[in-house]
Protein backbone atom coordinates (compact mmCIF):
# COMPACT_ATOMS: atom_id res chain seq x y z
CA UNK A 1 0.00 0.00 0.00
CA UNK A 2 2.98 1.97 0.05
CA UNK A 3 4.09 4.15 -2.66
CA UNK A 4 7.65 5.41 -3.17
CA UNK A 5 7.94 9.31 -3.45
CA UNK A 6 10.92 11.75 -3.57
CA UNK A 7 10.79 11.89 -0.11
CA UNK A 8 12.78 9.07 0.18
CA UNK A 9 16.19 8.01 -1.47
CA UNK A 10 15.35 5.07 -4.02
CA UNK A 11 17.32 1.97 -3.09
CA UNK A 12 17.04 -0.39 -5.79
CA UNK A 13 19.55 -2.93 -5.19
CA UNK A 14 19.18 -2.88 -1.15
CA UNK A 15 16.71 -4.84 1.08
CA UNK A 16 13.84 -3.34 3.37
CA UNK A 17 14.81 -4.07 6.32
CA UNK A 18 12.24 -6.53 8.44
CA UNK A 19 10.16 -4.36 10.87
CA UNK A 20 11.86 -5.97 13.94
CA UNK A 21 15.30 -5.40 12.90
CA UNK A 22 14.44 -1.40 11.97
CA UNK A 23 13.09 -1.47 15.70
CA UNK A 24 16.18 -1.97 17.20
CA UNK A 25 17.80 1.36 16.70
CA UNK A 26 14.43 2.63 18.91
CA UNK A 27 14.92 0.06 21.62
CA UNK A 28 18.42 1.17 21.92
CA UNK A 29 17.54 4.35 21.93
CA UNK A 30 15.05 4.58 24.47
CA UNK A 31 17.28 1.97 26.44
CA UNK A 32 20.44 4.77 26.23
CA UNK A 33 18.30 7.55 27.25
CA UNK A 34 16.60 5.44 30.14
CA UNK A 35 20.32 5.08 31.69
CA UNK A 36 21.13 8.94 30.84
CA UNK A 37 18.09 10.24 32.99
CA UNK A 38 19.11 7.53 35.78
CA UNK A 39 23.05 8.99 35.65
CA UNK A 40 22.11 12.64 34.72
CA UNK A 41 18.40 13.46 35.69
CA UNK A 42 17.93 16.69 34.61
CA UNK A 43 21.09 17.65 33.19
CA UNK A 44 20.33 14.78 30.61
CA UNK A 45 19.65 17.58 27.55
CA UNK A 46 23.51 19.12 28.15
CA UNK A 47 24.65 16.27 26.22
CA UNK A 48 23.92 12.85 27.58
CA UNK A 49 20.84 12.76 25.19
CA UNK A 50 22.88 13.90 22.15
CA UNK A 51 25.21 10.87 22.78
CA UNK A 52 21.95 8.49 22.93
CA UNK A 53 21.18 10.19 19.77
CA UNK A 54 24.15 9.52 18.28
CA UNK A 55 25.32 6.01 19.70
CA UNK A 56 21.42 4.96 18.16
CA UNK A 57 22.20 6.87 14.97
CA UNK A 58 25.36 4.73 14.78
CA UNK A 59 23.18 1.50 15.37
CA UNK A 60 20.81 2.45 12.02
CA UNK A 61 23.80 3.04 9.77
CA UNK A 62 25.71 0.02 11.25
CA UNK A 63 22.89 -2.33 10.88
CA UNK A 64 22.08 -0.98 6.95
CA UNK A 65 25.59 -0.84 5.62
CA UNK A 66 26.44 -4.31 7.27
CA UNK A 67 23.33 -6.46 6.63
CA UNK A 68 21.44 -4.86 3.70
CA UNK A 69 24.58 -2.87 1.99
CA UNK A 70 22.88 0.25 1.71
CA UNK A 71 25.61 2.52 0.29
CA UNK A 72 27.16 5.55 2.16
CA UNK A 73 26.04 7.98 -0.37
CA UNK A 74 22.19 7.10 0.21
CA UNK A 75 22.84 8.84 4.08
CA UNK A 76 24.83 11.61 2.55
CA UNK A 77 22.14 12.55 0.49
CA UNK A 78 19.38 11.92 2.78
CA UNK A 79 21.12 13.84 5.28
CA UNK A 80 21.80 17.02 3.22
CA UNK A 81 18.34 17.59 1.86
CA UNK A 82 16.86 17.19 5.28
CA UNK A 83 19.33 19.09 7.33
CA UNK A 84 19.32 21.73 4.60
CA UNK A 85 15.72 22.41 5.47
CA UNK A 86 17.06 22.78 8.76
CA UNK A 87 18.48 26.24 8.43
CA UNK A 88 15.78 28.95 8.79
CA UNK A 89 14.58 26.46 12.18
CA UNK A 90 18.05 27.14 13.59
CA UNK A 91 18.15 30.79 12.99
CA UNK A 92 14.50 31.45 14.52
CA UNK A 93 15.72 29.21 17.62
CA UNK A 94 18.68 32.19 17.69
CA UNK A 95 16.05 34.61 17.30
CA UNK A 96 14.07 32.85 20.21
CA UNK A 97 16.59 33.16 22.61
CA UNK A 98 17.34 36.94 21.53
CA UNK A 99 13.83 37.70 21.78
CA UNK A 100 13.44 36.47 25.49
CA UNK A 101 16.33 38.13 26.87
CA UNK A 102 15.40 41.44 25.55
CA UNK A 103 11.82 41.29 26.55
CA UNK A 104 12.67 40.67 30.13
CA UNK A 105 15.69 43.11 30.77
CA UNK A 106 13.55 45.71 28.53
CA UNK A 107 10.83 45.27 31.12
CA UNK A 108 8.31 44.18 28.35
CA UNK A 109 7.75 40.96 30.51
CA UNK A 110 8.36 42.31 34.13
CA UNK A 111 5.08 44.87 33.19
CA UNK A 112 3.06 41.96 31.44
CA UNK A 113 3.70 40.28 35.38
CA UNK A 114 3.56 43.16 37.59
CA UNK A 115 -0.08 44.26 35.85
CA UNK A 116 -0.91 40.11 35.26
CA UNK A 117 -1.10 39.05 39.27
CA UNK A 118 -2.97 42.63 40.18
CA UNK A 119 -5.70 41.91 37.04
CA UNK A 120 -5.63 37.88 37.01
CA UNK A 121 -7.45 35.74 39.59
CA UNK A 122 -5.75 32.22 40.38
CA UNK A 123 -8.96 30.61 40.00
CA UNK A 124 -9.58 31.52 36.30
CA UNK A 125 -5.83 32.00 35.17
CA UNK A 126 -5.27 28.59 33.54
CA UNK A 127 -8.77 29.01 31.57
CA UNK A 128 -7.82 33.08 31.02
CA UNK A 129 -3.70 31.69 30.01
CA UNK A 130 -4.79 29.26 27.64
CA UNK A 131 -7.74 31.43 25.89
CA UNK A 132 -4.62 34.07 25.12
CA UNK A 133 -2.34 31.87 24.14
CA UNK A 134 -5.15 30.64 21.67
CA UNK A 135 -6.14 33.91 20.05
CA UNK A 136 -2.15 34.88 20.19
CA UNK A 137 -1.47 31.72 18.71
CA UNK A 138 -4.26 32.05 15.70
CA UNK A 139 -2.98 35.48 14.95
CA UNK A 140 0.35 34.78 14.70
CA UNK A 141 0.17 31.08 13.27
CA UNK A 142 2.90 30.15 15.13
CA UNK A 143 3.03 28.25 18.47
CA UNK A 144 6.96 29.11 19.16
CA UNK A 145 6.29 32.60 18.55
CA UNK A 146 3.33 32.64 21.13
CA UNK A 147 5.47 30.63 23.53
CA UNK A 148 8.09 32.90 23.47
CA UNK A 149 6.37 35.76 24.20
CA UNK A 150 3.57 35.96 25.90
CA UNK A 151 3.31 32.65 27.15
CA UNK A 152 7.28 33.41 29.19
CA UNK A 153 4.81 36.35 30.53
CA UNK A 154 2.04 34.54 31.87
CA UNK A 155 4.53 31.67 32.98
CA UNK A 156 5.64 34.56 35.88
CA UNK A 157 2.12 35.36 36.16
CA UNK A 158 1.44 32.13 37.12
CA UNK A 159 4.47 31.90 39.63
CA UNK A 160 3.36 34.71 41.31
CA UNK A 161 -0.11 33.44 41.34
CA UNK A 162 1.47 30.06 43.18
CA UNK A 163 -0.30 28.04 40.46
CA UNK A 164 2.66 25.12 39.57
CA UNK A 165 4.81 25.73 36.31
CA UNK A 166 3.99 22.60 34.45
CA UNK A 167 -0.19 23.22 34.98
CA UNK A 168 1.22 26.72 33.43
CA UNK A 169 3.14 25.22 30.73
CA UNK A 170 0.27 23.02 29.88
CA UNK A 171 -2.18 25.48 29.04
CA UNK A 172 0.28 27.93 27.23
CA UNK A 173 1.29 24.62 25.27
CA UNK A 174 -2.81 23.89 24.96
CA UNK A 175 -3.73 27.02 23.42
CA UNK A 176 -0.48 27.99 21.12
CA UNK A 177 -1.03 24.14 19.35
CA UNK A 178 -4.76 25.35 19.07
CA UNK A 179 -3.71 28.22 17.45
CA UNK A 180 -1.24 26.79 15.40
CA UNK A 181 -3.66 24.06 14.17
CA UNK A 182 -6.36 26.14 12.93
CA UNK A 183 -4.10 29.60 11.71
CA UNK A 184 -4.35 30.01 7.96
CA UNK A 185 -0.89 31.28 8.70
CA UNK A 186 0.47 28.10 10.16
CA UNK A 187 3.12 26.64 8.48
CA UNK A 188 2.25 23.48 9.70
CA UNK A 189 -1.28 23.79 8.25
CA UNK A 190 -0.08 25.14 5.25
CA UNK A 191 2.03 21.92 4.38
CA UNK A 192 -0.46 19.67 5.95
CA UNK A 193 -3.24 20.79 3.32
CA UNK A 194 -1.19 21.62 0.32
CA UNK A 195 0.76 18.01 0.68
CA UNK A 196 -2.22 16.05 0.85
CA UNK A 197 -3.92 17.74 -1.82
CA UNK A 198 -6.79 19.63 0.29
CA UNK A 199 -8.07 23.38 -0.27
CA UNK A 200 -5.98 24.98 2.84
CA UNK A 201 -9.58 26.72 4.16
CA UNK A 202 -11.38 23.39 3.69
CA UNK A 203 -9.15 21.92 5.25
CA UNK A 204 -9.37 24.42 8.49
CA UNK A 205 -13.27 23.93 8.12
CA UNK A 206 -12.81 20.53 8.51
CA UNK A 207 -10.23 20.59 11.52
CA UNK A 208 -12.77 22.16 13.59
CA UNK A 209 -15.02 18.95 13.95
CA UNK A 210 -12.49 17.37 16.03
CA UNK A 211 -10.32 20.52 17.45
CA UNK A 212 -13.16 22.56 19.11
CA UNK A 213 -14.49 19.71 20.91
CA UNK A 214 -10.59 18.92 21.90
CA UNK A 215 -9.96 22.62 23.23
CA UNK A 216 -13.95 22.70 24.88
CA UNK A 217 -12.73 19.75 27.15
CA UNK A 218 -9.27 20.59 27.43
CA UNK A 219 -10.54 24.34 29.16
CA UNK A 220 -13.55 22.57 31.23
CA UNK A 221 -10.13 20.84 32.87
CA UNK A 222 -8.41 23.50 33.67
CA UNK A 223 -11.53 25.78 34.99
CA UNK A 224 -11.93 22.81 37.30
CA UNK A 225 -8.29 22.74 38.38
CA UNK A 226 -8.45 26.37 38.79
CA UNK A 227 -11.39 25.82 41.78
CA UNK A 228 -9.68 22.88 42.81
CA UNK A 229 -6.61 24.43 43.72
CA UNK A 230 -7.65 27.92 44.71
CA UNK A 231 -7.29 27.75 47.98
CA UNK A 232 -6.11 30.84 50.34
CA UNK A 233 -3.20 28.68 52.09
CA UNK A 234 -1.78 28.30 48.57
CA UNK A 235 -2.04 32.33 47.94
CA UNK A 236 1.03 34.25 48.45
CA UNK A 237 1.16 38.16 48.60
CA UNK A 238 1.76 39.37 45.17
CA UNK A 239 3.38 42.63 46.77
CA UNK A 240 6.57 40.54 47.25
CA UNK A 241 6.80 40.10 43.37
CA UNK A 242 4.99 43.68 42.62
CA UNK A 243 7.61 46.07 45.35
CA UNK A 244 10.62 43.72 43.74
CA UNK A 245 9.65 44.58 39.97
CA UNK A 246 8.93 47.85 40.80
CA UNK A 247 12.16 48.45 43.06
CA UNK A 248 14.55 47.34 40.33
CA UNK A 249 12.90 47.83 36.96
CA UNK A 250 11.36 50.62 35.10
CA UNK A 251 7.55 49.27 35.20
CA UNK A 252 5.34 51.62 32.48
CA UNK A 253 2.76 50.87 30.08
CA UNK A 254 5.59 52.53 27.50
CA UNK A 255 7.11 48.96 27.47
CA UNK A 256 3.91 47.50 26.05
CA UNK A 257 4.72 49.30 22.43
CA UNK A 258 6.82 46.58 21.70
CA UNK A 259 4.47 43.84 21.91
CA UNK A 260 1.89 45.83 19.94
CA UNK A 261 3.97 46.87 17.04
CA UNK A 262 5.33 42.95 17.52
CA UNK A 263 1.07 42.04 17.51
CA UNK A 264 1.13 44.96 14.23
CA UNK A 265 4.06 42.62 12.22
CA UNK A 266 2.10 39.53 13.24
CA UNK A 267 -1.15 40.94 11.58
CA UNK A 268 0.73 42.28 8.39
CA UNK A 269 1.82 38.68 7.97
CA UNK A 270 5.42 39.27 8.08
CA UNK A 271 7.99 36.13 8.46
CA UNK A 272 8.34 34.82 12.08
CA UNK A 273 11.88 34.94 11.60
CA UNK A 274 11.97 38.87 10.81
CA UNK A 275 9.10 39.41 13.61
CA UNK A 276 11.11 37.92 15.95
CA UNK A 277 14.20 39.92 15.08
CA UNK A 278 12.51 43.23 14.51
CA UNK A 279 10.78 42.87 17.79
CA UNK A 280 14.21 41.72 19.72
CA UNK A 281 15.54 45.20 18.21
CA UNK A 282 12.71 47.17 20.05
CA UNK A 283 13.02 45.66 23.04
CA UNK A 284 16.83 46.56 22.72
CA UNK A 285 15.76 50.02 22.22
CA UNK A 286 13.46 50.26 25.19
CA UNK A 287 16.00 48.64 27.41
CA UNK A 288 18.63 51.82 26.87
CA UNK A 289 16.07 54.06 27.27
CA UNK A 290 14.25 52.92 29.97
CA UNK A 291 16.38 49.94 32.01
CA UNK A 292 19.90 51.47 32.20
CA UNK A 293 20.36 50.49 35.47
CA UNK A 294 19.17 46.92 34.87
CA UNK A 295 22.00 46.76 31.51
CA UNK A 296 24.71 48.43 33.68
CA UNK A 297 24.31 45.75 36.30
CA UNK A 298 24.64 43.16 33.34
CA UNK A 299 27.49 44.82 32.38
CA UNK A 300 29.15 44.47 35.81
CA UNK A 301 28.94 40.90 36.19
CA UNK A 302 31.03 40.70 32.69
CA UNK A 303 33.74 43.31 34.84
CA UNK A 304 32.64 46.27 32.73
CA UNK A 305 32.02 49.33 35.83
CA UNK A 306 31.56 51.86 32.92
CA UNK A 307 28.52 53.89 33.32
CA UNK A 308 28.47 55.27 29.98
CA UNK A 309 27.20 54.04 26.73
CA UNK A 310 29.85 51.93 26.72
CA UNK A 311 28.62 50.16 29.28
CA UNK A 312 24.87 49.97 28.27
CA UNK A 313 25.96 48.48 24.87
CA UNK A 314 28.31 45.71 26.32
CA UNK A 315 24.75 45.11 28.97
CA UNK A 316 22.80 45.03 25.36
CA UNK A 317 25.07 42.75 23.48
CA UNK A 318 24.86 40.13 26.36
CA UNK A 319 21.33 40.33 27.36
CA UNK A 320 21.18 39.62 23.62
CA UNK A 321 23.99 36.41 23.18
CA UNK A 322 24.38 35.62 27.06
CA UNK A 323 22.91 34.75 30.48
CA UNK A 324 21.73 37.49 32.37
CA UNK A 325 20.98 37.13 36.24
CA UNK A 326 19.81 40.18 37.90
CA UNK A 327 19.79 40.73 42.02
CA UNK A 328 16.15 41.25 43.32
CA UNK A 329 16.41 40.70 46.66
CA UNK A 330 14.63 37.85 46.47
CA UNK A 331 15.79 34.06 44.87
CA UNK A 332 12.43 33.57 43.33
CA UNK A 333 11.91 36.67 41.58
CA UNK A 334 15.71 36.17 40.50
CA UNK A 335 14.86 33.33 38.77
CA UNK A 336 12.22 34.65 37.58
CA UNK A 337 13.97 37.36 35.93
CA UNK A 338 17.23 35.15 34.76
CA UNK A 339 17.66 34.58 30.92
CA UNK A 340 19.48 33.03 28.49
CA UNK A 341 19.92 34.46 25.17
CA UNK A 342 21.24 32.84 22.59
CA UNK A 343 23.73 30.92 24.35
CA UNK A 344 20.51 29.35 26.19
CA UNK A 345 19.41 28.31 23.03
CA UNK A 346 22.82 26.14 22.13
CA UNK A 347 21.76 23.13 23.65
CA UNK A 348 18.13 22.53 21.72
CA UNK A 349 20.10 23.15 18.22
CA UNK A 350 22.69 20.70 19.27
CA UNK A 351 19.97 18.48 20.58
CA UNK A 352 18.05 19.13 17.24
CA UNK A 353 21.19 18.50 14.89
CA UNK A 354 21.44 15.22 16.76
CA UNK A 355 17.66 14.21 16.82
CA UNK A 356 17.99 14.98 12.83
CA UNK A 357 20.96 12.59 12.10
CA UNK A 358 18.71 10.13 13.97
CA UNK A 359 15.96 10.47 11.76
CA UNK A 360 18.09 11.13 8.23
CA UNK A 361 19.48 7.92 9.29
CA UNK A 362 16.53 5.94 10.03
CA UNK A 363 14.60 7.13 6.92
CA UNK A 364 17.82 6.93 4.10
CA UNK A 365 18.20 3.21 6.13
CA UNK A 366 14.17 2.40 5.12
CA UNK A 367 13.91 1.66 8.63
CA UNK A 368 11.18 4.08 8.94
CA UNK A 369 9.03 2.82 5.81
CA UNK A 370 9.36 -0.30 6.99
CA UNK A 371 7.57 -0.22 10.65
CA UNK A 372 5.23 2.30 9.16
CA UNK A 373 4.40 -0.14 6.44
CA UNK A 374 3.94 -2.77 9.38
CA UNK A 375 1.22 -0.67 10.57
CA UNK A 376 -0.44 -0.13 7.09
CA UNK A 377 -1.00 -3.55 6.97
CA UNK A 378 -3.38 -3.68 10.02
CA UNK A 379 -5.85 -1.18 8.19
CA UNK A 380 -9.34 -2.77 7.76
CA UNK A 381 -11.76 0.17 7.48
CA UNK A 382 -11.96 3.84 8.05
CA UNK A 383 -11.43 3.61 12.09
CA UNK A 384 -8.31 1.81 11.62
CA UNK A 385 -7.08 3.67 9.06
CA UNK A 386 -7.56 7.38 10.78
CA UNK A 387 -5.61 5.50 13.88
CA UNK A 388 -3.12 4.17 11.44
CA UNK A 389 -2.47 8.29 10.39
CA UNK A 390 -2.62 9.38 13.96
CA UNK A 391 -0.30 6.96 15.75
CA UNK A 392 1.98 7.24 12.84
CA UNK A 393 2.09 10.62 12.93
CA UNK A 394 3.30 10.32 16.70
CA UNK A 395 5.80 7.57 15.58
CA UNK A 396 7.25 9.97 12.95
CA UNK A 397 8.07 12.94 15.38
CA UNK A 398 9.22 10.10 17.53
CA UNK A 399 12.07 8.78 15.39
CA UNK A 400 12.36 11.66 13.27
CA UNK A 401 12.74 14.83 15.16
CA UNK A 402 10.74 16.96 13.36
CA UNK A 403 7.26 17.28 12.51
CA UNK A 404 7.77 19.02 8.95
CA UNK A 405 9.55 15.47 8.31
CA UNK A 406 6.87 13.86 9.80
CA UNK A 407 4.03 16.00 7.79
CA UNK A 408 5.82 15.31 4.26
CA UNK A 409 6.19 11.48 5.40
CA UNK A 410 2.66 10.91 7.01
CA UNK A 411 1.28 12.17 3.86
CA UNK A 412 3.14 10.53 1.16
CA UNK A 413 3.10 7.13 2.97
CA UNK A 414 -1.06 7.65 3.47
CA UNK A 415 -2.52 9.21 0.06
CA UNK A 416 -3.09 6.05 -1.80
CA UNK A 417 -4.73 4.62 0.79
CA UNK A 418 -7.50 6.99 1.44
CA UNK A 419 -7.61 7.48 -1.95
CA UNK A 420 -7.85 3.31 -2.73
CA UNK A 421 -10.78 3.59 -0.25
CA UNK A 422 -12.80 6.58 -1.17
CA UNK A 423 -12.09 8.98 1.63
CA UNK A 424 -11.55 12.44 0.62
CA UNK A 425 -8.10 14.04 0.90
CA UNK A 426 -9.83 16.49 4.13
CA UNK A 427 -9.66 13.18 6.12
CA UNK A 428 -6.11 12.98 5.39
CA UNK A 429 -4.89 16.28 6.07
CA UNK A 430 -7.39 16.28 9.52
CA UNK A 431 -5.91 13.03 10.86
CA UNK A 432 -2.38 14.04 9.56
CA UNK A 433 -2.72 17.23 11.71
CA UNK A 434 -4.56 15.93 14.75
CA UNK A 435 -1.76 12.84 15.11
CA UNK A 436 2.11 15.22 14.15
CA UNK A 437 1.30 18.58 14.89
CA UNK A 438 0.36 18.60 18.32
CA UNK A 439 2.15 16.05 19.66
CA UNK A 440 5.59 17.01 18.18
CA UNK A 441 6.09 19.00 21.38
CA UNK A 442 5.35 16.27 23.55
CA UNK A 443 8.54 14.15 22.47
CA UNK A 444 11.48 15.22 24.33
CA UNK A 445 14.20 15.47 21.26
CA UNK A 446 11.73 17.02 19.11
CA UNK A 447 12.30 19.90 17.55
CA UNK A 448 9.53 21.43 19.20
CA UNK A 449 9.35 19.65 22.25
CA UNK A 450 13.09 20.85 23.01
CA UNK A 451 12.45 24.02 21.97
CA UNK A 452 9.25 24.98 24.47
CA UNK A 453 11.05 23.21 27.19
CA UNK A 454 14.32 25.14 26.66
CA UNK A 455 12.30 28.52 26.34
CA UNK A 456 9.69 27.85 29.13
CA UNK A 457 12.94 26.22 31.15
CA UNK A 458 10.49 22.69 32.12
CA UNK A 459 11.10 19.72 30.61
CA UNK A 460 9.16 17.93 28.14
CA UNK A 461 8.42 15.55 30.47
CA UNK A 462 7.15 17.69 33.31
CA UNK A 463 4.95 19.80 31.30
CA UNK A 464 3.23 16.74 29.20
CA UNK A 465 0.62 15.47 31.51
CA UNK A 466 -0.83 19.19 31.38
CA UNK A 467 -0.79 19.69 28.04
CA UNK A 468 -4.52 18.36 27.61
CA UNK A 469 -5.04 19.68 24.10
CA UNK A 470 -1.86 17.94 22.71
CA UNK A 471 -3.14 14.75 24.01
CA UNK A 472 -7.15 14.67 23.47
CA UNK A 473 -6.71 15.71 20.01
CA UNK A 474 -5.67 12.11 18.26
CA UNK A 475 -8.10 10.27 20.31
CA UNK A 476 -10.90 12.78 19.77
CA UNK A 477 -9.81 12.50 15.77
CA UNK A 478 -10.38 8.53 16.14
CA UNK A 479 -13.70 8.62 18.00
CA UNK A 480 -14.98 11.36 15.01
CA UNK A 481 -13.66 8.72 12.70
CA UNK A 482 -15.33 5.80 14.63
CA UNK A 483 -18.49 7.55 14.63
CA UNK A 484 -18.23 8.33 11.34
CA UNK A 485 -19.40 11.92 11.68
CA UNK A 486 -19.40 14.26 8.76
CA UNK A 487 -16.88 11.59 6.20
CA UNK A 488 -17.57 12.14 2.89
CA UNK A 489 -16.57 9.71 0.62
CA UNK A 490 -15.17 10.49 -2.57
CA UNK A 491 -18.10 9.90 -5.09
CA UNK A 492 -15.96 8.28 -7.86
CA UNK A 493 -14.74 5.79 -5.62
CA UNK A 494 -16.51 3.28 -3.77
CA UNK A 495 -15.23 1.11 -0.44
CA UNK A 496 -16.87 -0.19 2.88
CA UNK A 497 -16.21 1.80 5.95
Given at each position: ?80 KIFGGMSVTLFILLSVGMLSGSWMISGVVPTLIYYGVQIMSPTY ?315 SVLVPWNTCGMTQATVLDIPTLTYLPYCFFNILSPLVSIFVAAL ?10 SATS
Amino acid sequence: MWKKTATFVPMKDCITPHPLVAAIPLIVLIAVLAMSVYLFGSDTLSGASQIALIFASSVVIGIAMLFYHIPWKVFDKEMRKIFGGMSVTLFILLSVGMLSGSWMISGVVPTLIYYGVQIMSPTYFLLTTCVICSLVSVLSGSSWTTVATIGVALLGIGQALNISPAWTAGAIISGAYFGDKLSPLSDTTILASSYSGTDLFVHIRYLLLTTVPSILITLVLFLAMGFWANNEEGAIDVSVYTDGLSAKFNISLWTLCVPILTGVMIARKMPSLFVLFLSSVLAGITALVLQQEVLYEIAHTFGDYSNGAHGLIKGLSITYFGSTAVDMGNESLNQLVSTGGMVGMLNTIWLILCSVFFGSAMVAAGMVRSITNALMSFIRNRTSLVTSTVFSGLFLNFTTGDQFISIILASDMFKDAYRKMGFESRLLSRSIEDGTTVTSVLVPWNTCGMTQATVLDIPTLTYLPYCFFNILSPLVSIFVAALGWKIIRRSSESATS
